[in-house]
C-alpha cells in the first residue's frame, strides 16, 4: 500500500485580509500542501475546477469591490457543488449562531479569529489530512479485501472443475 500521507492536498484560503491571509498561508504551507489565497467568494468558486481538498473561508467578505457573497453562501455553493470538499469557517465572531449555521451548512468546523486562531486552523487541516488519508487506506484496504475474496472464490472454482474433470 502506498505511502497517502505523501498525497499533496490543495488549501484555498478565502479571506479579504490580505495580511491575516499571508500569514495564514505561510504558516499551513508547506512540502505536502498549496495553498492559494482568494480575496472574495467568487473567485474561489471560479477556481474550484483545481479540486482543492480543504478551504478554509471567512464568514466576512468584503473586497471592497461592493456587493461580494458572505461565506455562507459561498460555503453553501462549495457544499452543492463540490460536498466532498472539507471547509473550516473562519470568523472575527464569537458567534454560536454563526458556529452552528456554518457546521449546519457543511462546515467542518468553525474557528474564531483570535491570538490562537492560526494554531487552531493549522489543527483543523492537520486533522482532516489525517481523516483523508485513513479513508484512503480504509478503501485501499478494502479493495484488496474484494481481490483477495475473488481469487479464493476463482482458486475454489477451478479446484472444483479440475475435480470434475479427473
Do not use: W
Not at 468553525?110 to 487552531?120: F, Q
Request: a negative charge.
Amino acid at each position: 500500500m502506498k505511502n497517502v500521507s505523501r498525497v499533496r492536498k490543495t488549501v484555498f484560503i478565502v479571506d479579504d485580509q490580505p495580511v491575516y491571509s499571508g500569514i495564514l498561508k505561510n504558516d499551513i504551507e508547506d512540502n505536502f500542501t498549496t495553498v492559494k489565497e482568494f480575496s472574495n467568494g467568487e473567485d474561489c468558486l471560479a477556481s474550484m475546477d483545481q479540486n482543492p481538498d480543504i478551504v478554509v473561508l471567512d464568514f466576512e467578505l468584503d473586497d471592497g469591490r461592493g456587493k461580494v457573497m458572505n461565506g455562507i453562501e459561498v460555503l453553501m455553493k462549495i457544499k452543492e457543488d463540490y460536498p466532498d470538499v472539507e471547509v473550516v469557517m473562519l470568523s472575527g465572531h464569537d458567534d454560536v449562531n454563526i458556529a452552528t449555521t456554518s457546521i449546519k451548512f457543511g462546515a467542518n468546523d468553525y474557528v474564531v479569529k483570535n491570538e490562537s486562531a492560526i494554531i487552531n486552523v493549522k489543527n483543523k487541516i492537520r486533522n482532516i489530512v489525517r481523516r483523508m488519508e485513513v479513508l484512503r487506506e480504509l478503501a485501499e484496504v478494502n479493495v484488496l479485501k474484494k481481490k483477495i475474496g475473488g481469487a479464493v472464490a476463482i482458486g475454489v472454482t477451478v479446484s472444483l472443475i479440475v475435480n470434475l474433470l479427473s
